[in-house]
């Protein structure tokens, strides 16, 4: 594959290869320079802190250089629609601007979330889909509207880290949240980890249901990586003996371009859609995970977070060693 955008777009082995190539930056075994005298440029239509810090680190420590830019910011802002009439407050197209980057960088690594506004819209990733349309540089999805696979690999990295290799039984919980949000994290994780062969839990509310295609891609891939996946909607009994919790927040489809609606549907949830020291106690010594940025005492308590089963800080650092990994990968090939 010549992108990075999905992690459905390789097999098992290929995805645990990129692990045990993270694993040998992140313990020094290689300097390997694949980006010397090269750049790659990262493209945010977004704010970040994780991926912009682990991109930029990882491609210097790759030997490479990075080009920030911000479209509407730094940069143009930018039209992706194919035959539109650029009237509006479009002032460049992605045609141009991609063909125009490509003949001064390696690759492009793109972020941009979901708007929360049209949902048969944004389920089809139209931004990140027209870079690798219009690229014939490898393109790397930092996250888009339905997908963050740097995140979820990082996740996957992390959870063989702590408990070693092999099946484990995996909670990806819904939690609450004072507005809504997107689903490319809880959708690359759930992924992600029928990948890998996980016994998948997935918990959360009436309306937070994931896709219905995805969700069968999800059990598609458990069926033959050996893993299972099941739904439960209590949030106490969905802890029970499991080995990671995953938390995360996201918005009802149902809801989209309705936030109001979504908020509404949502109120009554908070004081149970929460991680606290009595649901982790039902684990089975499990760890606790979270993407970051998180909202403490409202997705997360303090004595959750804050303790020896939280490993957030851990799944944040090997962002910059599965991102170097990818790298390599893209740029080699």
Not at 198 to 224: F, N, Q, W
């Amino acid at each position: 594959m010549k992108d990075f955008l999905v992690t459905s777009d390789f097999s098992t082995d290929h995805l645990t290869s990129l692990i045990g190539s993270a694993n040998r930056f992140k313990q020094g075994e290689v300097d390997d320079k694949p980006l010397a005298g090269r750049s790659v440029a990262l493209v945010f239509f977004n704010p970040s802190l994780r991926t912009r810090a682990s991109m930029q680190v990882g491609i210097y420590e790759l030997g490479g250089n990075a080009v920030i830019l911000e479209p509407g910011g730094t940069s143009w802002t930018l039209e992706h629609r194919e035959g539109i009439v650029m009237e509006g407050n479009k002032t460049e197209h992605l045609a141009e601007f991609v063909r125009v980057l490509e003949r001064y960088v390696s690759a492009i690594g793109v972020r941009t979330f979901a708007g929360l506004e049209d949902w048969e819209t944004e389920r089809a990733d139209p931004i990140l889909n027209a870079f690798a349309r219009y690229a014939s540089v490898p393109i790397i999805n930092l996250e888009s509207a339905m997908h963050h696979p740097c995140q979820s690999m990082a996740d996957m990295m992390t959870i063989r880290e702590k408990l070693g290799a092999g099946r484990k039984k995996v909670l990806m919980t819904w939690a609450w949240h004072p507005k809504p949000l997107p689903m490319a994290v809880p959708n690359s994780f759930a992924l992600a980890a029928a990948q890998f062969g996980h016994d998948l839990r997935i918990a959360h509310p009436r309306g937070y249901e994931l896709d219905e295609e995805l969700v069968a891609e999800i059990e598609k891939e458990a069926t033959a990586n050996g893993g299972s996946v099941e739904f439960c909607d209590d949030i106490h009994t969905a802890f029970d003996d499991v080995d990671v919790v995953y938390a995360k927040s996201w918005g009802g489809k149902e809801f989209y371009g309705n936030a109001e609606a979504d908020l509404t549907h949502r109120k009554g949830l908070r004081s149970d859609w929460i991680v606290d020291k009595p649901k982790m106690e039902r684990t089975n010594s499990g760890i606790f995970m979270h993407c970051l940025p998180v909202r403490r005492n409202v997705v997360v308590t303090d004595d959750v977070i804050d303790s020896a089963s939280s490993v957030v800080v851990d799944e944040a650092e090997n962002r910059l060693h599965i991102q170097k990994a990818i790298l390599s990968d893209l740029v080699s090939d």
